[in-house]
């Protein structure tokens, strides 16, 4: 496959993935692509005054962002790493830092005099990009990234190559889907609904924090969206059992050298399409009602889709799903596109996964609020 053969929603994110070291990174990303096409920010400490047909966004931490557009028909056995001791990261070897401490001194960079409980050495450091002394840093979060971009590669020009594929792929798919499905004038015409990603930061430690999925965030958006136009106070409760979550956390792919890791009859293949996960134990949230919405999108647009029930004698990992789904009370469908190496810092996809899942996810949100009227569970 040749570079102009490779669809330019990859290249989109390759160009994402290789902004968005980390969470703050990547929010910071989604906000610039949201206000390009026209997104308002809003503020959780102040009042909001919304608009059908309008599109809106707010960021919590700046390292959750949660953007929604309303629509203007009415808003209803090896080795093991010991964490503590085998990962510290390498800043400089003490020989090089003591020459450099000594050549700050004797230049024109000043001492450093706080009583700071971080190395001087890196202090510094984060003073020069910043251009301020290091004095005035009161503190910060660090975080160490792989310095290699991120690479469209293989024989055939095939994968990508890059760390935090999980879960940026997936929170670049939905964004673009959302951007795409909401840029113009006449995409919120025939809209009953809110359109809405939400991407949360914390997702691979528990998510118990203030800006988590764990966390009051989505609630307290769907929320206030809903006080904005009725006063109605059981509508916001009408509102949730309207509406549908994809909780899209990427999927291990069927690993050639580990075959024998996947169900037979489940085995995720790269180029497959985005991956339904069940799971009995509702480590997963999907359900046959939300896999059933779920593939008739996909049957509509001719785009393949695949699933996922983890083998009984092997543990199974979650998602935001279930903590969405229980918390809030949302009908919720867990999918993901297929990978290897996740969670390395060097993780594996197909491009004709990021395809899909883009194309997947816009016509989701084009189409969710038409398809929901035809179908009837509770009667």
């Known amino acids: 496959m040749a570079d102009s053969e490779v669809s330019s929603v990859v290249f989109d994110l390759i160009n994402f993935l290789n902004v968005s070291p980390t ?7 989604a906000k610039k692509r949201l206000q390009k096409v ?4 809003l503020l959780e400490r102040e009042d909001w005054k919304l608009e059908a047909g309008k599109r809106y966004f707010f960021t919590r931490n700046h390292s959750t ?10 808003v209803n056995d090896g080795f093991t790493v010991n964490t503590q001791s085998h990962l510290l990261p390498i800043l400089a070897t003490s020989i090089k830092a003591e020459l450099n401490r000594e050549v700050a001194e004797n230049g024109p960079a000043e001492k450093i005099t706080n009583n700071s409980s971080h190395h001087s050495l890196l202090l510094q450091m984060i003073a ?3 251009g301020c002394q290091p004095d005035q840093i009161c503190d910060f979060e660090l975080q160490a990234c792989d310095t290699q ?6 024989a055939t020009k095939e994968f990508i190559f890059s760390g935090r594929l999980d879960n940026l792929c997936m929170s670049f798919c939905s964004l673009k889907a959302l951007i795409d499905a909401t840029s113009s004038e006449s995409d919120l015409e025939d809209e009953s609904g809110v359109r809405m990603v939400a991407l949360f930061d914390h997702e691979e430690v528990g998510s118990n924090s203030a800006q988590g999925a764990g966390s009051p965030v989505m609630l307290d958006a769907l929320s206030r969206i809903t006080n904005s136009f009725t006063s109605d106070s059981k509508m916001l409760t009408k509102a949730i059992q309207r509406s549908f979550l994809v909780s899209a956390d990427m999927a291990h792919a069927l690993h050639p050298n ?4 996947h169900e037979e009859n489940h085995k995720p293949k790269l180029h497959g399409g ?3 996960k069940h799971n009995a134990n509702q480590r997963y949230a999907t359900n046959a009602v939300t896999s059933f919405i779920f593939k008739e999108i996909a049957i509509k647009h001719s785009l393949p889709v695949q699933d996922f029930v983890v083998r009984n004698d092997m543990p199974c990992g979650s998602t935001i799903g279930p903590i969405l789904a229980s918390g809030v009370g949302i009908r919720t469908v867990d999918v993901g596109a297929p990978q290897l190496s996740m969670h390395s810092i060097r993780e594996m996809c197909a491009v004709d996964d990021v395809k899909h899942s883009y194309e997947h996810f816009k016509a989701f949100f084009q189409e969710f609020s038409n398809l929901d009227t035809s179908i009837t569970v509770d009667m």
Do not use: C, T, W
């Open 38 to 41: 026209g997104y308002e920010q």
């Open 258 to 261: 580990y075959m024998d890791r």
């Open 128 to 130: 020069n990009k910043l």
């Open 65 to 74: 962002i949660v953007a929604f557009a309303i629509g203007k028909r009415g």
């Open 23 to 29: 969470a703050f990174h990547a929010v910071d990303e």
């Open 149 to 154: 971009p991120s690479i469209v590669a293989g």
């Open 274 to 276: 985005l991956v339904i």
